[in-house]
């Protein structure tokens, strides 16, 4: 079955500190990856995506993702975090079946405290 | 308008009463998607449109669920006979045609059914 996971419900950061969000997924054929965020009470606002290239993505708000074919995961980071960070972040994959939809992951919180 | 546009941005129905939620897509936007996001949950596909015709309403969760796109432009979700399980917030999301775009996502229809 095609599927995206995040395995942390929650990430904690100190402010000034690297951040590490974690995806894996698992799809046949080539994957299209996404990284969304959410805050509260508004929809979903785009991140970065990996289609092809570099697996060094890089995104907005300083955002990057690395791809890892070896290990199918697509891990979000930041290198300093902010206050303003803390929010609820999203990983998606594009799954092709005659037109295309995209499956998104249950979601990771993430708290920056200052 | 600049970006995907939705309405109601809250609705509040007895159950029983049949809801309109309308999506006013990104100009020049030909693919459609309708999402539904339970609390803290990440966003599980509903269906998705290419233009006017409907390619994919897998995800619709019972025949109480409608949606249409009749001029290729805007989008109407209908839910027939609410349930209480129907509260959510309905996400609708466009882009342009090819499965390497970027979806991007409107604030949301908060559905409560009481």
């Known amino acids: 079955a095609q599927s995206v996971a995040q395995p942390e419900d929650q990430v904690n950061v100190a402010e000034g500190n690297p951040l590490t969000v974690k995806c894996t997924y698992s799809?046949?054929?080539?994957?299209?990856l996404f990284w969304y965020v959410q805050y509260p009470n508004r929809g979903l606002q785009f991140l970065l995506k990996y289609i092809t290239g570099d697996n060094l993505v890089k995104g907005s708000y300083g955002f990057e993702a690395e791809f890892n074919k070896s290990q199918t995961s697509f891990h979000l980071k930041k290198p300093s975090a902010l206050v303003s960070d803390s929010a609820l972040y999203f990983c998606a994959v594009r799954v092709l079946t005659g037109g295309f939809k995209t499956i998104f992951g249950a979601g990771t919180r993430l708290f920056v405290k200052a | 308008g600049a970006g995907v546009s939705q309405s109601p941005r809250y609705k509040v129905a007895k159950r029983g009463q049949d809801v309109a939620l309308r999506c006013d897509p990104i100009?020049?936007?030909?693919?459609l998607f309708w999402y539904q996001q339970a609390l803290g949950q990440g966003p599980e596909f509903l269906t998705y449109?290419?233009?006017?015709?409907?390619?994919?309403k897998s995800g619709l969760p019972s025949d109480r669920f409608f949606a249409e796109r009749p001029e290729g432009s805007v989008s109407t979700l209908k839910i027939q006979r609410t349930q209480q399980e129907d509260s959510a917030v309905y996400l609708c999301?466009?882009?342009?045609?090819?499965?390497?775009?970027?979806?991007?996502f409107g604030e949301g229809s908060w559905l409560t059914v009481v």
């Open positions: 799809v046949s054929g080539n994957p299209y």
């Open positions: 999301a466009s882009s342009y045609r090819g499965s390497g775009n970027t979806i991007y």
């Open positions: 449109f290419q233009n006017e015709a409907q390619l994919d």
């Open positions: 100009s020049g936007h030909v693919s």
